[in-house]
């Protein structure tokens, strides 16, 4: 039975640390001989599949190519298993050579200096999906959606994620260029100083004399300590509504979302449901707590919110036809396990995505809002928040 992972998974603390999953498991370890020379050459082959040019194609570089004594066994066989998963066109679906396989559990379990973004794929393209407030990222002026097209130089076009994620991450203090596509305007060189990078979960403030505008950034192992104090903070102010702002949050665990749904819900409602490649479903559900739940409330959400942030989102939009304002969020919807192969590589395999309470995927649809304000460059320059000053005006007619 796969053992979920305990641990941030769309942040690892975003330290250039890549969108490499939803939530994970650590599947069983799959044994397979040590490989010095090639063995096991018809072993397990579907004997409905012709491997007949694998082979042929083997066997020429073997015979034929001219510098024999440079091939290595090895490489050609994670070569070609690296091809067979590309193929599935899944970027969250990736084989890990050993070494890529140990830097994936430090980022799981760790965290390191970067710059403070969440990158992924989007298309096949390297994508910030969200700045993290207050970091060297945030303040070069990074914004969700920008495309990475070179890291100091290098082309990321076919990079896989976690070689992107070591290239980004590094030394406090070291220098690292971002050539960076937005739009159509022209490639801009973005130079970034690596630091340390400290995430808040929650922080709120009071606005408009009784409204609380409650800030979630990340789904972190602090978020629901956090959390708690500045609901009972609020329930102690003269704030009489709320506006949960989920922008550029990439998400996390998921038994926080759930626990945070829990404070705007009844018990027992769906927050998510998790759906297998069998029809198999797991419904995940609101606990006992309720304390903000008579509180008028308003969501907003943009491009950077992901993973954990558009579940909760999606549960409180099904459940309590909450207004969503901002942009349609990025569509991180889908369930990784970790299977751990010989010579410690491993395989992240998608199997599972997940669903809002009404049924509709989040993986790649996002969550729509029902009031679509974007934010400009310009907005940006002249530190305007028209997604926000369109919630606050939306709020105040909301009983």
Do not use: C
Not at 126 to 132: C, D, F, H, K, S
Request: hydrophobic share 40%.
């Amino acid at each position: 039975m796969p053992k979920r992972i305990s641990a941030v998974t769309s942040i690892i603390i975003a330290l250039a640390v890549g969108f490499i999953g939803g939530f994970y498991f650590k599947g069983t370890r799959i044994e397979t001989p040590v490989l010095r020379e090639l063995i096991n050459r018809d072993a397990s082959q579907p004997s409905e599949v012709d491997f007949s040019t694998f082979w042929d194609v083997w066997n020429l570089l073997h015979t034929k190519y001219v510098d024999k004594a440079n091939l290595d066994t090895q490489a050609l066989v994670y070569g070609a298993i690296d091809g067979l998963v590309k193929t599935v066109g899944d970027p969250y679906t990736v084989f890990l050579q050993p070494k890529e396989s140990e830097e994936f559990t430090q980022q799981i379990n760790g965290s390191f200096s970067g710059v403070g973004i969440e990158i992924g794929l989007r298309d096949n393209v390297l994508t910030v999906i969200a700045p993290i407030k207050d970091t060297p990222a945030a303040k070069a002026g990074l914004l969700a959606g920008d495309k990475i097209v070179k890291i100091d130089d290098k082309s990321t076009e076919g990079m896989k994620l976690e070689e992107a994620v070591q290239l980004i991450r590094g030394k406090k203090g070291s220098k690292i260029v971002l050539t960076i596509a937005r739009k159509e305007a022209e490639n801009k060189d973005v130079s970034i100083i690596r630091d340390d990078i400290k995430i808040p979960a929650v922080a709120w403030e009071l606005i408009d004399d009784n409204t609380a505008r409650l800030e979630v950034f990340v789904f972190n192992k602090n978020v629901d300590s956090e959390f708690r104090k500045a609901a009972d903070e609020i329930a102690k102010s003269n704030a009489d509504r709320i506006i949960l702002d989920l922008r550029n949050n990439p998400g996390g665990l998921l038994d926080s979302a759930i626990n945070l749904a829990s404070y705007f819900l009844d018990p027992d409602l769906p927050v998510t449901i998790e759906r297998f490649g069998d029809g198999a479903e797991n419904i995940f559900r609101t606990r006992s707590n309720g304390q903000l739940k008579d509180y008028p409330l308003i969501v907003l959400v943009n491009k950077g919110s992901a993973s954990a942030s558009e579940i909760l989102a999606g549960a409180l939009k099904d459940n309590r036809g909450v207004t969503i304002v901002g942009e349609t969020s990025f569509g991180k919807g889908s369930v990784q396990e970790i299977a751990e192969l010989a010579r410690k590589a491993s395989l992240k395999i998608t199997i599972a995505k997940w669903l809002t309470p009404n049924g509709t995927s989040i993986n790649d649809n996002g969550i729509e809002p029902d009031v679509l304000v974007e934010v400009t460059e310009e907005d940006i320059k002249n530190e305007k928040d028209p997604q926000l000053d369109k919630a606050k005006e939306l709020i105040k007619n909301l009983k």
